[in-house]
């Protein structure tokens, strides 16, 4: 039976087909046009995509061609087709929708076979909230029939921050409150693409903030496409044992030009250090804590083994800075030589090359306060700081009697406490150990103690060392062949400034013996006879070691003395009689 008004087709039965609702999703072709998208989901979680306004879609109606064609949905979220008017899709999926605009052609159509499919989807909006650099809405296009993914998003939002916990990401899709986990560190790790889910229109990706952030998993995030893009200065405060403490801007290392600007990336904890003028010598930098506010408003801590970066390189350890944090680098309680000698040794030690007012007590040649300046390097006038054996050398070396093993460097810290540096530079002196002559910062005081025995062989060891002085000098008076003031090297044998002087003065020196006159550390004199014997070794009896401004006095002979005495007698007449003469009386 025709219906009144309508054309004759609309009534045209099609024998053998039953109502079917069909969706047509294909992969469009490159050069033909109006060609179905692919809409591909990655996860079986994923619900199918649902229209929206904006989205254009081709209705065919088989047998019907007059009312097939191409139609948008409009602002409102309806579809305004031919004789059924308008049908509002919005959010309901291709096969919900094909459903109704079927339903409502059965009125007019007998048995009508609907195939609907989407040519071109909307831009998506998202929204991108919690720990990523610019949180917001943003608006996504479909790129080649595929939807965007969470880690796309999470990009366009300029990356995560160091604070985010990427293991429990959560996507809230709109409409039934859903709420699907997804863990983007298996992303990572693994390359885990079922976790990057495609997004639907509305939906909302939150990025958690982290409860225990190490720096393993700080490295992950800054390694990743997902850290934080922006390669923008950051101002960071930076606390502690370093040379010039306070706020600094810091800017990561630059990278090379995409042909307009230079690429670079996000500032690091090495960066903001070498940027605080490095290390104190009294640094603690396997305990480093960088402190940071997270979006939340809470307060986040992480801890730093940057001598785990030094030793094996651990860059794990070099943890990506975020705006506002605070890196803080403790005082050792303990100071380790070695471990002074590795910060020495690396890009992290203290960068200024300013003179310092350290002093210098105990058994050095000239104790006192002094102002001391570390070695030059290059052309620039670069340098580093001074050390220990610089110090001793510019308060004129080592006495005889320091005890090397036992020397002691006592500074203030940063937080106003003592801090005592062991040192034993006999080491240094016997096996090479350089982390002994450790480096040394303004106000410190070296104290070099008084041995309380001193070994001969050791003695010609530390005499011939850098940290003694080139020469000491030695008065010689009396019955040698050159009397006078000799220069020695230090803990020089009685024996061997003997020697020096020419030795004894075979007709008038007392050879058995001598005096040594020495002016002690505390300001008295010491006066004692030394037996003499030149086939000795060094010992205190008979070949003691000598010190700066010793006196040896060589007394005369019996006969040296009574030949002088005549001589005073006789010299009114010395004219006359020669002692010569005068013995010739007595024969």
Known sequence: MKAAGFPRHITRSVAGFTLLAMVAIAIPSPGIAQQPMLLAANSA????YTLGAGDRIRLDLFNVPEYSGEYQVLVDGTLNLPIIGSIRVQGATLGQATAVISNQYARYVRRPIVTLSLLAARPLNIGVSGEVASPGSYTMQLAGGQFPTVTQAVRLAGGTTQSANLRQVQVRRRGAGRVINVNLGQ????????????????????????????????????????????????????VGEVVHPGTYTVKGESGPSNGTTSTG??????????????????????????????????????????????????FNQDVILQEGDTVFIP?????????????????????????????VVGEVFRPGTYTVKGESSGTNGSGSLPTLTQAIKIAGGIKPLADLRQIQVRRSTRTGSNQVIDVNLWELLQAGDISQDVLLQEGDRISVPTAANIDPAEAQTIASASISPDT????????????????????????QALLAAGGFDNRRARKSSVELIRLNPNGTVSQRQVEVAFNQGINEQSNPLLQNNDVIVVGRSNLARVTDTLGTVLSPVGSIFSLFNFFRIFQ
């Not at 939906?203 to 190490?214: A, K, L, S």
């Not at 809470?298 to 001598?307: G, K």
């Not at 020695?488 to 044998?493: F, G, K, S, Y």
């Open 472 to 495: 000491i000098q030695v008065q010689i008076v009396g019955e040698v062949k050159s009397p006078g003031t000799v220069k020695v090297q230090p803990n020089t044998p009685l024996n």
């Open 187 to 238: 992303v990572i790790e693994t390359g885990d693409l079922s976790q990057d889910i495609t997004l639907r229109d509305g939906d909302t990706v939150f990025i958690p903030t982290g409860t225990n952030i190490n720096s393993a998993e700080s490295s992950l995030i800054a390694n990743s496409n997902l850290g934080p893009q922006a390669s923008a200065p950051r101002k960071i405060l930076v």
């Open 45 to 48: 979680s994923e619900a199918a």
């Open 331 to 359: 005082t050792a309680t303990d100071v380790n030589p070695a471990e002074a000698s590795i910060i020495a040794a690396s890009t992290l030690r203290p960068q200024t090359t300013e003179p310092l007012k350290v002093a």
């Open 265 to 314: 990336s996000p500032p690091s904890l090495t960066q903001a250090i070498q940027v605080a003028g490095g290390f104190t010598a009294s640094a603690n930098i396997s305990q480093i804590q960088i402190r940071r506010t997270t979006r939340t408003g809470s307060p986040q801590s992480i801890n730093v083994n940057l001598l785990q970066l030094i030793q094996v390189g651990d």
